[in-house]
């Protein structure tokens, strides 16, 4: 499996903008879709973006469409998710995923980071 580590949460106002960072680490980073979820208080952990190995493709949550954009970097091990138009909703621990290309299941989880969003 391949160790996350997630960063670049906090509280930012209704409108605002934040990226979060998900570095990499075990194993070839390349060899693996990434995605974020997130999970609000008392809600399920929901898919909200993923990437495909190369970053030739990419995959949205509706409620984030247009407003969220996922990116990966495979020299720095990174994946990304820049978000904009940020809404009370979108508050949540942000987790980031990683899937073997060969398989269906996210198998490795980071430790999740907090986004708050004020009215």
């Known amino acids: 499996q391949v160790q996350l580590v997630e960063s670049g949460g906090g509280l930012v106002q209704a409108g605002g903008s934040l990226r979060l960072s998900c570095a990499a680490s075990?194993?070839?980073?390349?060899?693996?879709?990434m995605a974020w979820f997130r999970q609000a208080p008392g809600k399920e952990r929901v898919f909200v973006a993923s990437?495909?190995?190369?970053?030739?493709?990419?995959n949205y949550a509706d409620s984030v469409k247009g407003r969220f954009t996922i990116s990966r970097d495979n020299a720095k091990n990174t994946v990304y998710l820049q978000m904009n138009s940020l809404k009370p909703e979108d508050t949540a621990v942000y987790y980031c995923?990683?899937?073997?290309?060969?398989?269906?299941?996210?198998?490795?989880w980071g430790q999740g980071t907090q986004v708050t969003v004020s009215s």
């Open positions: 990437i495909t190995w190369n970053g030739g493709s990419t």
């Open positions: 075990g194993r070839t980073f390349n060899g693996y879709r």
């Open positions: 995923a990683a899937r073997p290309v060969t398989t269906t299941t996210y198998e490795s």
